[in-house]
């Protein structure tokens, strides 16, 4: 994980610069190749940029520049204008946008560490339809009130409670495809959504 101190600005100016020539050579790839050949491509040339420590920084205002710049890649794979929208071509080519990459290392990182969270059931005994939710932390900061631990606890409570409990591998499954179904644009889409196309597991 990179220092919190790191200027994002900096770093973002940096992989600006690759993702920008990285591009590019999509654009030429795609006069001689399927779109399967450059949705692999993808995944070495752009997946990267955008994945390396975001946990740190896919909250900050940088995260606009690297998703229009992830935008222009997918136009680039779908054979999309300039301006031409990219949702359903996010959808096909099953690449979640980047919002819903940070939203699921988000609720990775929740799920994997959840010994170090508390749970709101473990502070009292009553039955509330919120007792398997996590504790958000409180804080004075308004920087740590919308830091990443603040944005992981957030998205993990929106989770229906079926999924939070499924094991690992299966929760990957199950937020993996669903953030990739819904293509979201924004944080506030996810937050707001019902939640109603989860494909849900069975009740036992």
Same mark, same amino acid.
């Given at each position: 994980?990179?220092?919190?101190?790191?200027?994002?600005?900096?770093?973002?100016?940096?992989?600006?610069?690759?993702?920008?020539?990285?591009?590019?050579?999509?654009?030429?790839?795609?006069?001689?190749?399927?779109?399967?050949?450059?949705?692999?491509?993808?995944?070495?040339?752009?997946?990267?940029?955008?994945?390396?420590?975001? &946990? #740190?920084?896919?909250? !900050?205002?940088? @995260?606009?520049?690297?998703?229009?710049?992830?935008? $222009?890649?997918?136009?680039? =794979?779908?054979?999309?204008?300039?301006?031409?929208?990219?949702?359903?071509?996010?959808?096909?080519?099953?690449?979640?946008?980047?919002?819903?990459?940070?939203?699921?290392?988000?609720?990775?990182?929740?799920?994997?560490?959840?010994?170090?969270?508390?749970?709101?059931?473990?502070?009292?005994?009553?039955?509330?339809?919120?007792?398997?939710?996590?504790?958000?932390?409180?804080?004075? &900061? #308004?920087?740590?009130? !919308?830091?990443? @631990?603040?944005?992981?606890?957030?998205?993990?409570? $929106?989770?229906?409670?079926? =999924?939070?409990?499924?094991?690992?591998?299966?929760?990957?499954?199950?937020?993996?495809?669903?953030?990739?179904?819904?293509?979201?644009?924004?944080?506030?889409?996810?937050?707001?959504?019902?939640?109603?196309?989860?494909?849900?597991?069975?009740?036992?």
């Amino acid at each position: 994980m990179l220092q919190p101190n790191l200027c994002w600005d900096s770093h973002m100016e940096s992989v600006a610069k690759k993702m920008n020539t990285n591009i590019f050579l999509l654009r030429n790839l795609a006069n001689s190749v399927s779109p399967n050949v450059l949705r692999t491509a993808y995944f070495g040339l752009i997946h990267p940029h955008l994945t390396y420590a975001v &946990l #740190a920084w896919g909250h !900050s205002a940088i @995260r606009e520049r690297a998703f229009g710049l992830q935008r $222009k890649a997918i136009r680039v =794979i779908h054979g999309l204008g300039y301006r031409d929208p990219c949702n359903d071509a996010f959808r096909s080519l099953e690449i979640m946008t980047f919002p819903c990459l940070f939203i699921y290392q988000c609720l990775l990182y929740i799920k994997t560490n959840e010994h170090d969270f508390v749970r709101q059931r473990n502070l009292h005994s009553h039955n509330t339809r919120h007792q398997n939710d996590i504790r958000p932390e409180f804080t004075r &900061l #308004a920087k740590n009130q !919308s830091g990443t @631990r603040y944005w992981c606890v957030k998205f993990y409570n $929106k989770l229906p409670v079926i =999924i939070r409990e499924r094991p690992l591998n299966a929760f990957k499954n199950y937020v993996r495809d669903f953030l990739i179904k819904k293509a979201f644009y924004t944080f506030e889409e996810f937050l707001d959504d019902s939640m109603a196309d989860f494909n849900l597991p069975p009740m036992h």
